[in-house]
């Protein structure tokens, strides 16, 4: 069983920072690559952002470039969204996917931002920004 756990959300006030973080674990489970979507009440969810696994190639959607960063650490087996300048429209639950693939798989990033192409998402955690 493949198990995908979001943390690090709060509550931040506008122009703060806040870091998520994501781990995805399994006794046979390895990830291709991983990203990160939100979900705003009313809304549908939408790509935030996208990292490879073999190479760590990084894809971003037009409202959080420039604010937010994707990153991995190779030995933990984590993502991380690092979200700086936030602002209160940055308001949602946040989510991890994880494609289940080898992670020396090619990964095409137009795949990243497809929310049917992940296998595993996590629970998600709240980020609310205050204005």
């Known amino acids: 069983q493949v198990h995908v756990v979001e943390s690090g959300g709060g509550l931040v006030q506008a122009g703060g920072s806040l870091r998520l973080s994501c781990a995805a674990s399994?006794?046979?489970?390895?990830?291709?690559?991983m990203g990160w979507f939100r979900q705003a009440p009313g809304k549908e969810r939408e790509f935030v952002a996208g990292?490879?696994?073999?190479?760590?190639?990084?894809s971003y959607a037009d409202s959080v470039k420039g604010r937010f960063t994707i990153s991995r650490d190779n030995a933990k087996n984590m993502v991380y969204l690092q979200m700086n300048s936030l602002k209160p429209e940055d308001t949602a639950v946040y989510y991890c996917?994880?494609?289940?693939?080898?992670?020396?798989?090619?990964?095409?990033?137009?795949?990243?931002?497809?929310?049917?192409?992940?296998?595993?998402w996590g629970q998600g955690t709240q980020v609310t920004v205050s204005s």
């Open positions: 996917a994880a494609k289940g693939r080898p992670q020396t798989s090619v990964v095409e990033v137009f795949r990243l931002p497809v929310p049917g192409w992940y296998d595993y």
């Open positions: 399994g006794r046979t489970f390895s990830s291709a690559a």
């Open positions: 990292i490879t696994w073999r190479v760590g190639t990084t």
